[in-house]
Nanobody, 123 residues
Framework: QVQLVESGGGLVQAGDSLRLSCVAS????????MGWFRQAPGKEREFVAT???????AYAASVKGRFTISRDNAKNTVYLQMNSLKPEDTAVYSC?????????????????WGQGTQVTVSS
């Protein structure tokens, strides 16, 4: 069982930056693929970014060039640096984990989920 705890959300203005963190329990973090997803009110949860256990990275087209995913295996933590935030980035952001295969963009491929952290971007 893996527990994931996100932090770093908040209320910011358009153009600002935030860094989200997700800390995982357990001793196998380095062997897990990690993903960030978000869900806006009235919308389905959507893929944001993923980093595989080997370090391969992929982004959704809507955030590419603005968001950066990274991981620190020594701290069991995955980060999402979000720059140039837009009102349409407003959502609950959740991290997800699964035993290492490849960095999937599909939410159904992940086994463990955090509770999420709210990001609100005002115009």
């Amino acid at each position: 069982q893996v527990q994931l705890v996100e932090s770093g959300g908040g209320l910011v203005q358009a153009g600002d930056s935030l860094r989200l963190s997700c800390v995982a329990s357990g001793r196998t973090f380095s062997q897990h693929d990690m993903g960030w997803f978000r869900q806006a009110p009235g919308k389905e949860r959507e893929f944001v970014a993923t980093i595989s256990w080997t370090g391969s990275i992929a982004y959704a087209a809507s955030v590419k060039g603005r968001f950066t995913i990274s991981r620190d295996n020594a701290k069991n933590t995955v980060y999402l640096q979000m720059n140039s935030l837009k009102p349409e980035d407003t959502a609950v952001y959740s991290c997800a984990s699964r035993a290492g295969k490849y960095g999937s963009t599909e939410r159904g491929d992940y086994d463990y989920w955090g509770q999420g952290t709210q990001v609100t971007v005002s115009s």
